[in-house]
């Protein structure tokens, strides 16, 4: 397995930490960065994570996808505030066999590489972990970690599974799931609050938390978000609320990447987070979801400032 | 008239301003003040104003209401934030005929102060105005500056009269109004999205206006808080929001008082601009009202900051 080419487009957070963890393995990792290529190949990648630190002082690094060459496993963890450019990035590193994994948050982007791509090339994977980067070759990992992976237009898990393997592998927590669709919408769940009012407010996870009133409007969003899940037919129940409220307590104050995005001025990720939910909640007939209407708005109204 | 003693409760923006065209004009305006005391007894009241600027050297300004003596005339512009200190501030200044103006926003203060004195002593002040202080001593007065005033607790509208035509005096355009709640109501229209979302946002007036959803979050809520009057009996029209939106774009970028005050981290003034207007409709069997609701919730999760 460590002959497979592995191209990490996008070396933010997420795809810095994950891929640094294939690449500290032994996997052959590259990695596409729009920004901070020079601090990458002065002093390597940096990672602070509960699972353990770990430098790696040489990294293969590009600011052009041209330059890296076919992959095996494509691994697209840019925000997706710019879908379109995408495609162009994605292209030169397409084979034959590629396979693209999707490791981004909401919904739409599978959709994408499918269309552009084939389905049968494309999984997603989901994150489930807190995570920050402080400098461009910088990654802090703060809490949890574990990744669901699965098929986007296969109705075979296998591909899925080898990926899950070669994660465990890298000391990263991961499983295979049948429907990535639910496990999709189980994630909005938990982001459309925390990641919308947290960068719609300024306020991370202990302040949404810390007072009755902002525990009902977390609660009353997600309420709303299993609502939106089930009429797109997603089994997903309100006990979760309970589950997830109690998680984030321990998790402290922690940031947001939208809520970060928000204070350094960057493309907030609402399409994916926010309207795009909506619009195949709407489509299905739930037009009736004030609190994700209303975040909408508030995270569209300052998308100008 | 100008042997009428005037005691101005809070030397804001707004009660220096008003206060300080009384002053101006030759009124026997004392001023008491929470914090900058210092300032104003070593340089006087800096106002620029848009009708003229003008500076007082010497202002009678205390720290102590009750070194004051009573007063025929209470203005009361400190903030609705803590509305229980007011009784004790104002008690040293009534005398047997004294009046007492709220000139403050939202719904409320009038009942503390007639449950607490009388209610035929108490009149209403709404300013339609855009001022802000930039330092203990100095008021920008940047647009507008209408004062509605009228009768809380009494038929006759002669005193009313009688204040308008004072201010009127004082270079302060100002209208008696038969019906106080009517124009409360009217000016929560424009309060409660400007100072609401623009507090929960961190977004001026322009910000707000200057996208299409933020537009819309503002032009809903709008139609919320009419729909909320429209329960308690007052009729007002829909025809406001576009008026409101016009006059609003003419302001260019106002931070309100609310989102200046979330900025600096002091107290907001949910409950008399958001709370009391969402119980009055709730009693009145309005309980619809997603945009207010939820934009309650969210103020309410910034106090705890």
């Given at each position: 397995?460590?002959?497979?080419?592995i191209a990490?487009?996008?070396?933010?957070a997420?795809?810095g930490?994950?891929?640094?963890?294939?690449?500290?393995?032994?996997?052959h990792?590259?990695?596409?960065?729009?920004?901070?290529?020079?601090?990458f190949?002065a002093?390597g990648?940096?990672?602070?994570s509960?699972?353990?630190d770990?430098?790696?002082?040489?990294v293969r690094?590009f600011?052009?996808?041209?330059?890296m060459g076919?992959?095996?496993?494509i691994i697209?963890?840019?925000?997706?505030?710019?879908?379109?450019?995408y495609?162009?990035?994605?292209?030169p590193l397409?084979?034959k066999d590629?396979?693209?994994?999707c490791?981004?948050?909401?919904?739409g982007n599978e959709e994408?590489?499918?269309?552009?791509f084939g389905?049968q090339?494309?999984?997603?994977?989901i994150a489930?972990?807190?995570?920050?980067?402080?400098?461009?070759?910088?990654?802090v990992?703060?809490a949890?970690?574990?990744?669901?992976i699965?098929?986007?237009?296969s109705?075979?898990?296998?591909?899925?599974?080898s990926?899950?393997?070669?994660?465990?592998?890298?000391?990263v927590?991961a499983?295979?799931v049948?429907d990535?669709?639910?496990?999709?919408?189980e994630?909005?769940?938990?982001?459309?609050?925390?990641n919308?009012?947290?960068a719609a407010l300024?306020?991370?996870?202990a302040?949404?938390?810390?007072?009755?009133?902002?525990?009902?409007?977390v609660?009353?969003t997600m309420?709303?978000?299993?609502r939106a899940a089930n009429?797109?037919?997603i089994?997903?129940?309100?006990?979760q609320?309970?589950?997830?409220?109690?998680?984030?307590k321990?998790m402290?104050q922690y940031h947001?990447?939208m809520?970060?995005d928000?204070?350094n001025r960057?493309?907030?990720?609402?399409?994916a987070?926010?309207?795009?939910?909506l619009?195949?909640a709407?489509?299905?007939?739930?037009t009736?979801?004030?609190?994700m209407?209303t975040?909408l708005?508030c995270l569209?109204?300052?998308?100008?400032?």
């Amino acid at each position: 397995m460590k002959d497979r080419r592995i191209a990490v487009v996008g070396a933010g957070a997420v795809g810095g930490y994950y891929g640094g963890r294939l690449a500290q393995a032994g996997h052959h990792v590259s990695f596409y960065t729009r920004s901070g290529i020079a601090e990458f190949r002065a002093s390597g990648l940096h990672v602070s994570s509960i699972a353990g630190d770990f430098v790696l002082p040489h990294v293969r690094v590009f600011d052009d996808t041209a330059a890296m060459g076919p992959a095996d496993l494509i691994i697209v963890s840019l925000k997706s505030t710019a879908i379109e450019a995408y495609l162009d990035l994605v292209t030169p590193l397409v084979a034959k066999d590629s396979m693209i994994l999707c490791l981004q948050n909401g919904l739409g982007n599978e959709e994408i590489f499918a269309a552009a791509f084939g389905a049968q090339r494309v999984l997603g994977a989901i994150a489930f972990t807190c995570i920050n980067r402080t400098a461009a070759n910088h990654i802090v990992h703060l809490a949890h970690g574990l990744l669901r992976i699965g098929e986007f237009g296969s109705p075979e898990i296998e591909r899925a599974r080898s990926i899950v393997a070669m994660f465990r592998n890298a000391k990263v927590p991961a499983e295979a799931v049948a429907d990535l669709r639910h496990s999709r919408w189980e994630k909005l769940v938990w982001n459309i609050p925390f990641n919308g009012w947290g960068a719609a407010l300024d306020l991370h996870t202990a302040g949404l938390l810390g007072t009755r009133a902002g525990e009902t409007l977390v609660r009353e969003t997600m309420a709303e978000v299993i609502r939106a899940a089930n009429a797109v037919g997603i089994p997903l129940k309100r006990s979760q609320i309970d589950m997830e409220i109690s998680r984030t307590k321990g998790m402290g104050q922690y940031h947001t990447s939208m809520q970060l995005d928000r204070q350094n001025r960057r493309a907030l990720e609402i399409q994916a987070i926010l309207g795009k939910p909506l619009q195949l909640a709407a489509s299905a007939g739930e037009t009736n979801l004030p609190r994700m209407t209303t975040l909408l708005e508030c995270l569209s109204a300052l998308m100008n400032r």
